[in-house]
């Protein structure tokens, strides 16, 4: 509810709010590639953040009324009953989210779509976006030769104490119980501080930012495992308990206090990276998804099913691979250099449609983000905007640097 400038927006522009989160039937059932878009990893994380969002809209007198249906559906009978003439969300410049929008937009409502998931806003950046350039260094230069520095987040409106609700006088979903143990996983979402929710990405944060890890995280971001090693923000930013603004914030308060390094500042270089990202797709839009990518490359495309199922079911020939492959299956996290080997590995060693491949982390990972997902996988397969072309690791000489006493092997190795 912190840093949402859309729910701002609604709060100071409305008489009655109702709030909705609707599971859309998509994503439950299998995508054109055979599998569901959202497992159940990112499901537990997701319903955990939801269970606290209720909470605190109950603090405020407010309801969270959640549906799983079709959206289209769900709006329409929901406008028509309710009188509803504006709806407020989150704008996400991605293929299916616009159509989404669109269809609802046919309903005969007003949308207000905010983008706000970026650390910059586009209004902040040295050129507009339709002259983003081609290439992450580029965009990093011009931003820090301008030396600009990002918004604070926003405060809740106060608003929330005095709108009035509108409640629909029905059961709301229980939350189903989860036992799964992610005891072993390097975001055990199984323990109290990695639940899903705004209240723990907070705390997580507060309990980053207290420790020494940051001066040291450039020295370490590549491990394989290992919870402090990376920041794990990813997750409660994917869906948005969090904002990067929020982040820098706090890396930056740190740096006043402690240490200014080149680590605390890759901490800024990689939400650098995500922004990045985020602005190629508002650039290119729904391109991202065709088969050839953004259609800057002349390779000669390929897929290998009987490959591509191998790879997602850990039984390649490369135990190192499979080993990476049990930990995303099992856990739904990946470190961002094991996320580079098996997705090159998939590409460039099997032969297979890194859009298959993008698919399989949508399903698995709980930190999955479209744009950050399609934007990563896209680059390292050669079909981004970069004209050096794709990412090639070689898997043995990786393991032989990042897996030297095999440990890593040795943990994710069975399925
Ligand atoms: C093939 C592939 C797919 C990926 N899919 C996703 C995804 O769906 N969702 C996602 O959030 N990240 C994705 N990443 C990026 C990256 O791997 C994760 O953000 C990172 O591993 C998360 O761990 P962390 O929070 O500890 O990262 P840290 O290393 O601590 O980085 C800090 C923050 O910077 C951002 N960041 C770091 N690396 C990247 C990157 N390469 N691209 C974009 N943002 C980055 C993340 O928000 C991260 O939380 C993908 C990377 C690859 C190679």
Redesign the pocket.
């Known amino acids: 509810m912190k840093d949402n400038q859309a729910l701002n927006y609604a709060l100071n522009n409305s008489d009655h709010i109702l709030f909705i989160h609707i599971d859309d039937t998509l994503n439950n059932e299998d995508s054109s590639w055979g599998f569901k878009r959202r497992g159940k990893h990112r499901s537990i994380f997701m319903l955990q953040g939801l269970e606290e969002l209720q909470k605190d809209l109950n603090a405020y007198g407010h309801k969270l009324n959640r549906f799983v249906g079709g959206a289209k559906n769900i709006f329409e009978g929901l406008i028509k009953q309710y009188k509803i003439n504006s709806v407020f969300c989150e704008a996400i410049f991605a293929h299916e989210e616009q159509e989404k929008e669109k269809s609802i937009m046919e309903l005969g409502v007003t949308i207000h779509a905010h983008f706000q998931s970026s650390l910059y806003m586009p209004e902040d950046l040295p050129f507009k976006v339709n002259d983003l350039p081609d290439t992450f260094t580029q965009f990093r230069n011009k931003i820090e030769a301008e030396g600009i520095v990002p918004e604070d987040p926003v405060v809740l409106s106060e608003r929330i104490k005095e709108i009035l609700p509108i409640f629909i006088v029905k059961e709301n979903l229980s939350l189903p119980t989860f036992t799964e143990d992610y005891v072993n996983s390097s975001f055990p979402i199984s323990d109290k501080k990695f639940k899903g929710g705004e209240r723990n990405a907070n705390l997580y944060i507060h309990h980053y930012f207290k420790s020494k890890y940051p001066e040291t995280y450039k020295l370490t ?1 590549n491990n394989l495992m290992g919870i402090e090693c ?5 997750p409660w ?2 869906l948005g308990f969090i904002s990067p603004n929020q982040i820098y914030k706090a890396l930056k308060e740190y740096e006043r206090k402690n240490t200014a390094n080149e680590s605390t500042y890759w ?1 800024f270089f ?2 650098l ?2 922004d990045y ?1 985020r602005f190629l797709f508002m650039k290119y839009g729904g391109e991202k998804f065709y088969k050839k990518g953004l259609g800057l490359s002349n390779d000669n495309f390929q897929h290998d099913e009987k490959k591509f199922i191998a790879w997602k079911d850990s039984r390649t020939p490369s135990s190192f691979i499979n080993a990476g492959m049990n930990e995303l299956n099992q856990t739904g996290f990946l ?2 250099r094991m ?2 080997i098996v ?1 090159s590995y998939l590409v460039n060693e099997l032969g297979c449609d890194w859009r298959a491949g993008a698919a399989w ?1 949508e399903s698995q ?1 709980i ?3 479209v744009y ?2 399609y ?3 896209s680059y ?1 397969s050669g079909f981004g905007t970069d004209p050096r072309g794709g990412r090639h690791f070689n898997t043995e000489k990786q393991k032989s640097i990042y897996d030297q006493s095999g440990a890593y092997e040795s943990k994710w190795g069975k399925p």
């Not at 990376?230 to 990813?234: A, E, I, Q, Y």
């Open positions: 971001r990376s920041t794990k923000f990813s930013l994917s901490i990689e939400l990276w995500r990202f470190s961002n996320r580079q997705a982390f990972l930190d999955y983000d950050s997902n934007g990563n996988w390292i």
